[in-house]
């Protein structure tokens, strides 16, 4: 008699050493932490904020000398790529409160990463991502308005909003420069912590961000939304509120990366 032949099942998809399984809520933990962390020792965090912040007018003041505020937008949504990096010293006043060290501006600005140097290079690396992004919306406008000189600010904003080009242009260029950021966020989110805390080069760094994001991408978007949401606030307030909104979201960042990559071995 013939036996049935046995059942075939498809091999078993390892566990991703990546994944820890959080829910989006966790990212409101997060938040919660890094709140926590500003209100310990606020000072050091709120001068902090108040040195990127006058970095960030300083960007746009440059733009606008050189005729390209129309750059400004692009600007700030580049802001999410080199954000991470610019927040060492944020992560340093978290790590040393859990470990108890002291605090103080000068430890957050004289960071001693475990990667040495190639933290300074992931930080190149991110800055020329800005500034591939803010030629690609260059030449986005100059697709849909021609190639004639850049018309000034406020006539740059009115082509915006009240021109059938200018609409598309907007849709265009939100989802193009929506896709780059969450490219270019995810590449930057964990790779600072990481080159801070492990010793890694670079590159190593950057693809683990990238692969700890989509391993874990329920949490992440959460948090990248939080990161958006902060970005919009603090540019309805002409940026003042990123004095308070920076240190928050590089405190709760340092807190993501100890909840996702931290506890990896």
């Known amino acids: ?22 829910p989006a809520r966790a990212a409101l933990i997060w938040l919660a932490a890094g709140w926590r962390d500003l209100r310990r020792s606020p000072g050091a965090s709120l001068a902090y904020g ?67 140097a190639q933290l300074a290079f992931a ?11 803010l030629r690609a919306a260059d030449l986005l406008y100059a697709l849909f308005f021609g190639l004639g000189p850049i018309p000034a600010a406020g006539d740059a904003v009115l082509n915006l909003i009240d021109t059938p080009r200018g609409w598309a242009l907007l849709v265009v260029g939100s989802l193009v420069g929506g896709l780059f950021a969450a490219f270019a966020f995810a590449l930057s989110l964990f790779a600072v912590p990481t080159l801070m805390a492990e010793k890694r080069d670079a590159l190593t760094a950057m693809g683990l961000s990238l692969a700890t994001t989509t391993q874990n991408l329920a949490p992440c978007i959460a948090w990248g939304a939080f990161v ?21 979201l590089g405190h709760g960042t340092w807190h993501a990366w100890r909840a996702i990559r931290g506890a990896t071995p």
Request: charged share 10%.
């Open 1 to 22: 008699m013939l036996e049935p032949l046995p059942t075939l099942r498809p091999p078993q998809r390892p566990a991703s050493k990546l994944a820890r399984d959080l």
């Open 123 to 133: 930080g190149l690396l991110l800055g020329l991502l800005v500034l591939f992004w």
């Open 50 to 116: 108040v040195v990127v912040t006058a970095l960030s007018w300083a960007v746009l003041a440059g733009l606008a000398a050189v005729g390209l505020l129309h750059l400004a937008l692009p600007a700030i949504s580049g802001f999410l790529i080199v954000g991470p990096f610019l927040a060492i010293g944020l992560y340093e006043k978290s790590r040393r409160l859990e470990q108890g060290d002291p605090i103080g501006l000068r430890a957050m600005v004289l960071v001693r990463p475990a990667s040495g």
């Open 228 to 248: 958006v949401g902060g970005m919009a606030l603090s540019a309805a307030t002409g940026l003042l509120a990123l004095i308070v909104i920076f240190p928050v």
